[in-house]
């Protein structure tokens, strides 16, 4: 089974500073790139943890006795590490969005590429599907997952136009969804209209943001104080989440100040923005959009 090279692959493990006896955790395991690249860095004794819920990935699992890959979603990393006896770890690693694998097989309907049945769940078992969101979501829900995920400002005549249509017949594939958005497919930009239609789908399928957002606040009991998170988003929404949580610990506003005018935060930024080259770009497409971000908890 091909997954392609990992994003950032350096960078993002470097980020975690290893310790050769240290407790890691890769909550998105994949093609398991990032996860062979600590073990590679870690010595006898040290340990790492793998979180990924789409069962393809199993495939990939990497035979190794400081391993072990838990097959789950990774908003429930902080029970399961517990259950593993491993309530306080020195690193997590996250790369977030669409595998390379999952793009790449025609019939999990991820890709713009492909005619395949409207599915994009990343754990198959779950019932919410693409399916579900085109056919079966009202008006007013179908146009906020389009304006809230895809930023797209035509959603609201998106939404209404796919309700006329499925009145027609459902919307089963994505060959069908295309056609029933080709009026707000202009020509030079139908590729990047198509990417936010299907990002937006995706993420409210998926559950994307709220599965960030658990994931992020557990971290503060997870990472051990001078532990590292160094975590890639492919996103503006997924990024500012992240940027904005290392900075201050929150999602949105300020965090509460004390009478001096000082306020603790979980974590402290480590260097800047951290983004691919043109070589890395030219080799992985992937890599285009994606963002490093990487902190230590305080």
């Known amino acids: 089974m091909s997954y392609h090279n990992p994003v950032l692959l350096d960078e993002t493990v470097s980020g975690l500073a290893i310790k050769p006896d240290g407790i890691y955790v890769d909550v998105t395991f994949g093609g398991g790139g990032h996860s062979r690249e600590i073990l590679n860095r870690l010595g006898e004794n040290g340990k790492l943890f793998a979180f990924d819920q789409d069962a393809d990935a199993l495939e990939n699992k990497i035979d190794d006795p400081r391993f072990t890959l838990i097959h789950e979603n990774f908003r429930f990393a902080k029970r399961f590490l517990r259950f593993y006896g491993a309530s306080q770890v020195d690193g997590v690693l996250g790369d977030f969005g669409v595998s390379s694998h999952q793009f790449d097989v025609a019939e999990r309907g991820f890709s713009t590429r492909f005619d395949a049945e409207l599915d994009m769940r990343m754990n198959q078992k779950n019932k919410l599907s693409a399916y579900h969101v085109v056919n079966e979501y009202a008006e007013e829900d179908i146009s906020r997952v389009l304006l809230q995920y895809g ?34 497919l202009p020509q ?111």
Request: charged fraction near 35%; proline fraction near 4%.
């Open 151 to 184: 930023e797209l400002r035509s959603a609201p005549k998106i939404a209404r136009t796919l309700i006329s249509v499925r009145k027609e017949g459902a919307i089963k594939t994505t060959e069908a969804l295309k056609l029933a958005l080709k009026p707000f």
């Open 188 to 298: 030079n930009r139908e590729n990047k209209v198509l990417a936010q239609v299907y990002q937006a789908i995706r993420i409210e399928v998926n559950q994307e943001i709220e599965v960030l957002k658990d994931f992020l606040k557990q971290t503060e009991e997870i990472i051990k104080p001078g532990g590292r998170l160094s975590l890639i988003s492919y996103h503006s929404l997924e990024d500012r989440l992240v940027k904005r949580y290392m900075r201050n610990g929150l999602f949105e506003g300020e965090p509460e100040k004390d009478m001096f005018g000082n306020f603790t935060v979980p974590f402290k930024k480590v260097g800047g923005l951290i983004v691919p080259g043109k070589a890395e770009i030219k080799e992985n497409n992937r890599a285009r959009s994606a963002k490093l971000r990487i902190a230590e908890k305080v």
